[in-house]
Structure formats: structure tokens, C-alpha cells
């Protein structure tokens, strides 16, 4: 079992960044496919990032490509999520979800792949 932190959440304007982290507990990180959901109000849970265990294979939701970055350092177990160039319609709760998985490689992106998540943490990107 692991339990999920986020942390780094905040009110910045149009075009600028921020730096999600999500810290995890317990021995067996590296175990995990980690992910990134993201949830705005009157709008269904919605996947932002996706990593594998090792950390080599990287998906992103196409609204977020060439803009935001995915990482993880499983000797820290944490994960990050660095977002540039933010939007308005970026505004949500940003939520670090985790599943077991034997493959080192596999990366999940259905929210319904995930058994464990965080509590969520705010973003706000003013116009």
C-alpha cells in the first residue's frame, strides 16, 4: 500500500509556471506506475501525465504536450509535475494517483487503472 502527498499548488497568472510534487510513502515506489489526473468543477476527473515504474516511458493528454513535464526519482519517492506556459482552462484540483505494476515499462492513463491517490492540490491560473 502507498499513500500520496501533493504539494504545490497556487494562484499564478497566464503564461506563467509551477511545480507539483507528490511524495509517496512507504518501501515499494519504484513498484508503481505513477500518474497525473486533474479535476475542474462540474467537469470529470481527467488524465494530465502518465510515468512508468523506471521512469522511460511518458505519456501526456494532448490539451498539455509541449507544456508540461513529468518526472519521478524513485530513491526520493517522489514524483513531479513541472507545468509552463499556463492556461486558464488549466485551472483545477490536481491530483498524483498510483498503480502496481510488473511491467517496468507500462504506463497507465484511465483513471480507473488507479488504486491509490492523493488528496488533491489547487491550481488557479488567472487571465
Known amino acids: 500500500q502507498v499513500q500520496l502527498v501533493e504539494s504545490g499548488g497556487g494562484l499564478v497568472q497566464a503564461g506563467g509556471s509551477l511545480r507539483l510534487s507528490c511524495a509517496a510513502s512507504?518501501?515499494?515506489?519504484?513498484?508503481?506506475?505513477m500518474g497525473w489526473f486533474r479535476q475542474a468543477p462540474g467537469k470529470e476527473r481527467e488524465f494530465v501525465a502518465a510515468?512508468?515504474?523506471?521512469?522511460?516511458?511518458?505519456d501526456y493528454a494532448d490539451s498539455v504536450k509541449g507544456r508540461f513535464t513529468i518526472s519521478r526519482d524513485n530513491a526520493k519517492n517522489t514524483m513531479s509535475l513541472q507545468m509552463n506556459f499556463l492556461k486558464p482552462e488549466d485551472t483545477a484540483v490536481y491530483y498524483c494517483?498510483?498503480?502496481?505494476?510488473?511491467?517496468?515499462?507500462?504506463?497507465?492513463?484511465?483513471?480507473?487503472?488507479?488504486?491509490?491517490w492523493g488528496q488533491g492540490t489547487q491550481v488557479t491560473v488567472s487571465s
Open positions: 494517483a498510483a498503480t502496481p505494476m510488473l511491467s517496468r515499462i507500462s504506463i497507465a492513463t484511465d483513471k480507473n487503472e488507479y488504486n491509490y
Open positions: 512507504g518501501r515499494t515506489f519504484s513498484s508503481y506506475a
Open positions: 510515468i512508468s515504474r523506471s521512469g522511460g516511458s511518458i
